[in-house]
């Protein structure tokens, strides 16, 4: 499936406190400093403190991640290293 096939992906941000999104896939990793989504555009990394996922359903690949957040990064396609060695060294 083409990606303009795809539900468009959304994301929200409100006061840096409540990230709403949609068209994520899969969740890849959650930890309470960053949360690491696939979503109909490649990898999103969510970084923050005290993250908390608020609201999954990937049925409908709705996300709602709260907590005080301080990065969106989507990540390029790249081979070796990818995300987790950007993120933890």
């Known amino acids: 499936m083409d990606v303009q096939d795809q539900i468009p992906h959304k994301l929200q941000l409100e006061q840096r ?15 309470e400093n ?28 709705q996300v709602a991640v709260e907590g005080e957040i301080t990065a969106l990064i989507y990540e390029e396609p790249r081979q070796g290293g990818g995300w987790r060695k950007r993120l933890f060294g």
């Open 17 to 31: 406190r409540k990230l709403t999104m949609n068209a994520v896939t899969e969740v890849i990793s959650f930890e």
């Open 34 to 61: 960053a949360v690491v989504l696939q979503t109909a555009l490649g990898t999103l990394i969510v970084q923050g403190r005290e993250l908390q996922l608020k609201n999954l359903s990937l049925e409908g690949g």
